[in-house]
């Protein structure tokens, strides 16, 4: 069957709640599914809840191989995404994809990563955190900052942990403001962010969270003499078709499903700017 017009159906085989809201599922295909195609971190499929609609979700795990598994992670927001969260262990999900252009991570040796995520933004970083990890000889240094309002709202708390233990990547959790019982960093991804150790001229940044936080990012990257070009976004638009010929997921002459969802902050700066686009 076709992967990208027509769902096809994927069981539920594990469902772990990460947060209050959030939840990860790994997906595995039924026996109608007869192609897999591989899924690059930053990609996205479209996930269909039966009788209830499709939404736009990225990868979370190991990019789809020979066994055709998809791992997603899913937030509650509305009626779809409550679906899919909802769905039990053993029922059967939809999948169309993968669709868009994922993180370029065809970096230059000796460059510096820096991956910063807000929220549920960390979702469609982590297998480039993972891809990043699994080729750390090629990067000088790997920074992963996270940020969340509070930190029941911290995804993967086990994994961040263990890389966090490690010496392969350096990794800094703030929240937005204090509570108790917490005693990391508090504040914005951005204060971070200027206390990284980066060389700019040879970083490459990739950014996914709430779109005025990638902006706020970027900015202070830019300020501290990252390219532009090297500074990379994951934007969310209303997404429906998924290849680039219902026009929903518009911006200026991009269709974000097809030319992203992964751009890059010199095209998308100027867009962004734009009231309304
Ligand atoms: C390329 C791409 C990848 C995505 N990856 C993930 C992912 O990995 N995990 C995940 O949980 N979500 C992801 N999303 C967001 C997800 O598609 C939306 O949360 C979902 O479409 C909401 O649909 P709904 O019917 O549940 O809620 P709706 O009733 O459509 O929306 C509920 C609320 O969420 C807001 N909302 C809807 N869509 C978006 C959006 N795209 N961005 C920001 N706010 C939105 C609405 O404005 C409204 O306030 C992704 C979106 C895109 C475009």
């Excluded at 999900?93 to 991570?105: K, T, V």
């Excluded at 490690?166 to 959790?173: G, N, T």
């Amino acid at each position: 069957m076709q992967t990208d017009r027509v769902p096809n159906w994927y069981r539920v085989r594990s469902r772990v709640v990460e947060t209050p809201d959030t939840v990860t599922v790994t997906l595995e295909p039924t026996t109608n599914v007869t192609e897999h195609h591989r899924v690059a971190p930053g990609q996205f499929m479209m996930l269909y809840a039966h009788g209830v609609g499709e939404v736009a979700i990225s990868i979370s795990g190991h990019p789809k191989g020979a066994d055709g598994k998809l791992t997603h992670t899913v937030r509650s927001v509305g009626a779809v995404s409550k679906a899919i969260h909802d769905t039990p262990v053993g029922s059967v999900l939809g999948a169309r994809g993968p669709f868009g252009h994922g993180w370029n991570l065809d970096i230059e040796q000796g460059s510096d990563l820096v991956i910063v995520a807000g929220g549920v933004g960390l979702a469609p970083l982590r297998p480039a955190v993972e891809a990043a990890l699994a080729a750390r000889a090629h990067f000088r240094r790997l920074t992963l900052i996270v940020g969340a309002r509070n930190p029941s709202n911290i995804l993967y708390r086990r994994e961040l942990a263990t890389w966090a233990a490690s010496d392969m990547i350096a990794v800094e959790l703030t929240i937005d403001q204090p509570v108790s019982g917490w005693t990391g960093p508090v504040g914005f991804v951005t204060e971070s962010l200027h206390r990284a150790d980066i060389d700019p001229t040879r970083t490459t940044a990739l950014l996914c969270g709430p779109e005025l936080m990638m902006r706020f990012c970027a900015r202070t990257l830019i300020d501290r003499g990252v390219p532009a070009e090297n500074i990379q976004v994951s934007l969310e638009r209303n997404m429906q078709c998924g290849m680039g010929t219902c026009g929903h997921c518009q911006l200026g002459e991009l269709l974000l499903c097809r030319d992203g969802p992964v751009v890059d902050y010199a095209t998308a700066e100027p867009l962004l700017l734009v009231p309304e686009l």
